[in-house]
């Protein structure tokens, strides 16, 4: 579907972005790839880094901000496909700075939506968060705002008009400011800070978290949610899968933060569907289409008091499994591989 087409990501420069672009390059032959974001210099280091234009001429560097309507107008002119990805992601920085975040996660989805429209796009997906899922901080709570605006903007385009809908994963494993990379870079100090010994979540490669949106191209129908199964871990495990030798000092959850994270809540196992790798969270109302009628009768209905949450999830790392998965696709910059885990493997509840 996406091979010889014209796509733009939004956040192109981020960690999911840049691997994303790639991706696309490798097995897609898109004509033009768009990269949308705003700081130069992210592009000056993918172009430089990741996609030089010598060798990949059909890449473009288009600086803009999704606050800005007339810009994503111009980006999105001629786009078939596109991939949503920026955000303000950091639930610190949102709970201080909320109307920053509301600009960016509300109105850039409002923005891009009728820029998407008017440009008479085919498809967009959006990245979502399990933090939208019931949330408790600003950040979750403007992503499950830019969930809503995403499913309802079907009707608004119409019955042949741009199809929308949503990705929703946990941590990415090594992405920009997330928690192994913090704790290789405390690891000289010999302690890290861990919030609670009980905190679960989940995590995704970001190969796989690309490999989840792609796909979701072909398997949307407008407005539907799309959670992938993906393995839990506790934040302590990954204390240990890090650095075995550190001390642990326990300081407390941070406000904003939840013990453990939700992907789909109760309220919403009556639309949800189970397949082999995923769910499907169904939009309430679909006035749009009629949906893949086969698509739809190859998931199982999920039973009234389902929930799929990082703390009854039936699959696990274990600190060998997670030192694997950072071993690579986050290895400790430092080069340090010199420590072995001193804990035992936990098998899947
Ligand atoms: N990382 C995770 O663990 C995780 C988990 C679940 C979901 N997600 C979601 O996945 C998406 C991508 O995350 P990521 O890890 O790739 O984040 P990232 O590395 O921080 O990248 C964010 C990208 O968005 C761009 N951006 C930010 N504000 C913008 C604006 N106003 N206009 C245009 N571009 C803007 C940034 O570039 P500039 O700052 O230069 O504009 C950057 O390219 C986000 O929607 C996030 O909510 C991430």
Redesign the pocket.
């Given at each position: 579907m996406l091979d010889g087409s014209n796509i733009l990501i939004?956040?192109?420069?981020?960690?999911?972005?840049k691997k994303c672009a790639k991706s696309l390059l490798d097995r897609c032959q898109p004509n033009r790839l768009v990269i949308?974001?705003?700081?130069e210099q992210?592009h000056v280091d993918m172009a430089r880094n990741v996609l030089p234009p010598a060798d990949y001429p059909q890449v473009r560097y288009f600086v803009?901000?999704?606050?800005d309507p007339q810009r994503l107008t111009t980006a999105l002119r001629g786009i078939d496909y596109v991939i949503h990805?920026?955000?303000?992601?950091h639930v610190d920085i949102a709970e201080y700075n909320p109307q920053e975040c509301i600009r960016?996660n509300i109105g850039?989805a409002e923005n891009l939506i009728n820029a998407c429209i008017e440009a008479n796009v085919k498809k967009l997906v959006a990245?979502?968060?399990?933090k939208a899922a019931a949330p408790v901080n600003l950040y979750g709570a403007t992503?499950l705002c830019s969930d809503k605006l995403f499913a309802a903007a079907n009707s608004l385009s119409g019955q042949h008009g741009t199809r929308f809908c949503a990705v929703r994963?946990?941590?990415?494993i090594g992405?920009?400011?997330?928690v192994i990379p913090f704790f290789q870079k405390k690891r000289h100090e010999g302690v890290l800070p861990v919030t609670s010994e009980q905190m679960t979540r989940f995590v995704i490669t970001l190969e796989q978290g690309v490999e989840f949106v792609l796909k979701s191209f072909e398997r949307m129908n407008g407005g539907e949610l799309f959670v992938p199964k993906i393995p839990s871990v506790s934040i302590i495990d990954i204390a240990r899968a890090v650095a075995p030798e550190c001390k642990i000092k326990v300081i407390g959850i941070r406000p904003g933060e939840k013990m453990h994270e939700c992907m789909v809540p109760q309220d919403e196992a009556r639309q949800t569907l189970e397949f082999d790798d995923h769910y499907v969270v169904q939009p309430s109302a679909r006035n749009w289409c009629k949906g893949d009628p086969d698509y739809v009768a190859a998931g199982k209905p999920c039973q009234p008091d389902f929930h799929y949450s990082s703390d009854n999830n039936s699959e696990w790392l274990s600190v060998d499994q997670l030192r694997d998965v950072i071993d690579r696709h986050c290895p400790d910059p430092s080069g340090r591989t010199d420590t072995k885990p001193a804990f035992k493997v936990r098998r899947a509840a």
């Open positions: 939004t956040g192109g420069t981020g960690s999911f972005g949308f974001s705003r700081d992210k803009g901000d999704v606050r990805a920026a955000a303000m992601k960016t850039g990245l979502s968060t399990d992503k994963y946990g941590n990415v992405s920009n400011g997330s």
